[in-house]
Nanobody
Framework: QVQLVESGGGLVQAGGSLRLSCAAS????????MGWFRQAPGKEREFVSA????????FYADSVKGRFTISVDNAKHTLYLQMHRLEPEDTAVYYC???????????????????WGQGTQVTVSS
């Protein structure tokens, strides 16, 4: 089992920045693809960004491309999401996810991930 704990959420004004972290523990040996998803009130959980274990391959939803950056520090077992130029539409609970994968693969679909964190709230005021 892998446990994931997100942190770094909060309240920020539009145009501001936040950095989310996701710390992994438990059976973290091996290689994992990791991703960020978000869920706004009354909406389905949606993909935000994903990264391969190597860190070389990343993918972003169109809505965050150019504003968000995903990265991973495997020595610290921690995933990050740096968010800039935040918009009220970015308000949501952000979840990190992990799944065993080869070092260069990443996943963009919810069903492809077995391990999830509990989420961290991001609120962007206008």
């Amino acid at each position: 089992q892998v446990q994931l704990v997100e942190s770094g959420g909060g309240l920020v004004q539009a145009g501001g920045s936040l950095r989310l972290s996701c710390a992994a523990s438990g059976r973290t040996f091996g290689t994992y693809a990791m991703g960020w998803f978000r869920q706004a009130p009354g909406k389905e959980r949606e993909f935000v960004s994903a990264i391969s274990w190597s860190g070389f391959n990343t993918f972003y939803a169109d809505s965050v491309k150019g504003r968000f950056t995903i990265s991973v520090d495997n020595a610290k077992h921690t995933l990050y999401l740096q968010m800039h130029r935040l918009e009220p539409e970015d308000t949501a609970v952000y979840y990190c996810a992990a799944e065993r994968a080869n070092p260069e693969s990443y996943y963009t679909q919810l069903y492809e991930y077995d391990y999830w964190g509990q989420g961290t709230q991001v609120t962007v005021s206008s």
